[in-house]
């Protein structure tokens, strides 16, 4: 039979169901990053908590936060925060994209543009922030290891460098769109912190709202993702229009 999630579980069960080992589990405890288990005779026994606190902390690593960050992340969250709460944790800090960064070498990067690309081509998606070329100093071929940022953008990037455009533009352009992409995300991340959780936190986090925070944060990133495209291509149009 199975458990449902506000069983208990052993530690087997929960690492199983977290999709770690034991030895993470473990490991996590040690650092203080799970509560204590509830004893059952000699037998430490988890919670649907300690599940969510396992998946939050998997969140807070796909976003590249360091243990000891994720730490001080944890730190801030009462150990005997419901599970409900920690859900909504980790929705406020799921990553918008799905993409992982990954290391490749020339030859499966080669394999994946489907034809050997020049070092000049290389060095275009470099630019571009596609690529990053790996070195720790201990490696003679550390020019050949990279790591692969975004695999959605790898297509786009091939296209671009089919351009053949200026070196210095594609820095400036990259420049331009990370000022700019990076001033709105901080400026809307604001605007939901002062409209939507703050409010929240500040009526002391009613078991009332937690659903709609969450819902909140889930359906925002779509929503917004689509609205700066259109309005993106909306301002272009306007300054087509104005220099015609």
Same mark, same amino acid.
Do not use: C
């Given at each position: 039979?199975?458990?449902?999630?506000?069983?208990?579980?052993?530690?087997?069960?929960?690492?199983?169901?977290?999709g770690?080992?034991?030895?993470?589990?473990?490991?996590y405890?040690?650092r203080?990053?799970?509560?204590?288990p509830?004893?059952?005779?000699?037998?430490?026994?988890?919670?649907?908590?300690?599940?969510?606190?396992?998946?939050?902390?998997?969140?807070? *690593?796909? /976003?590249?936060? =360091?243990? %000891?960050?994720?730490?001080g992340?944890?730190?801030? !969250?009462?150990?005997?925060?419901? #599970?409900?709460?920690?859900?909504?944790?980790?929705?406020?800090?799921?990553p918008?994209t799905?993409?992982?960064?990954?290391?490749?070498?020339?030859?499966?990067?080669?394999?994946?543009a489907?034809?050997?690309?020049?070092?000049?081509?290389?060095?275009?998606?470099?630019?571009?922030?596609?690529?990053?070329?790996?070195?720790?100093?201990?490696?003679?071929?550390?020019? *050949?290891? /990279?790591?692969? =940022?975004? %695999?959605?953008?790898l297509?786009?990037?091939?296209? !671009?460098?089919?351009?053949r455009? #200026?070196?210095e533009?594609?820095?400036?352009?990259?420049h331009?769109?990370?000022?700019?992409?990076?001033?709105?995300?901080?400026?809307?991340?604001?605007?939901?912190?002062?409209?939507?959780?703050?409010?929240?936190?500040?009526?002391?986090?009613?078991?009332?709202?937690r659903?709609?925070?969450?819902?909140?944060?889930?359906?925002?990133?779509?929503?917004?993702?689509?609205?700066?495209?259109?309005?993106?291509?909306?301002?272009?149009?306007?300054?087509?229009?104005?220099?015609?």
């Open positions: 039979m199975l458990r449902t999630a506000d069983e208990d579980l052993t530690i087997d069960e929960l690492a199983a169901r977290a770690v080992t034991v030895r993470t589990v473990r490991f405890a040690s203080g990053l799970l509560p204590p509830r004893l059952r005779g000699r037998v430490g026994l988890y919670g649907a908590d300690h599940l969510a606190r396992l998946d939050l902390i998997r969140e807070l *690593q796909n /976003l590249g936060f =360091t243990l %000891t960050a994720i730490e992340h944890l730190e801030r !969250i009462p150990d005997d925060a419901p #599970p409900e709460e920690l859900a909504l944790q980790r929705a406020l800090l799921a918008w799905s993409d992982q960064a990954e290391e490749i070498d020339r030859e499966e990067l080669d394999r994946r489907g034809r050997a690309l020049s070092d000049e081509e290389t060095e275009q998606l470099l630019t571009l922030g596609i690529l990053e070329r790996i070195t720790d100093g201990t490696d003679d071929n550390d020019e *050949q290891r /990279l790591r692969l =940022t975004s %695999t959605s953008m297509n786009v990037g091939l296209q !671009i460098t089919e351009l455009l #200026p070196r533009m594609l820095l400036q352009a990259k331009i769109v990370e000022q700019h992409t990076s001033q709105m995300a901080s400026e809307l991340r604001e605007l939901f912190a002062a409209n939507v959780l703050r409010p929240y936190v500040e009526r002391g986090r009613p078991e009332s709202e659903e709609r925070v969450r819902t909140a944060a889930d359906q925002l990133r779509p929503l917004t993702i689509q609205v700066l495209v259109n309005g993106f291509q909306r301002a272009v149009n306007d300054v087509i229009r104005d220099h015609v």
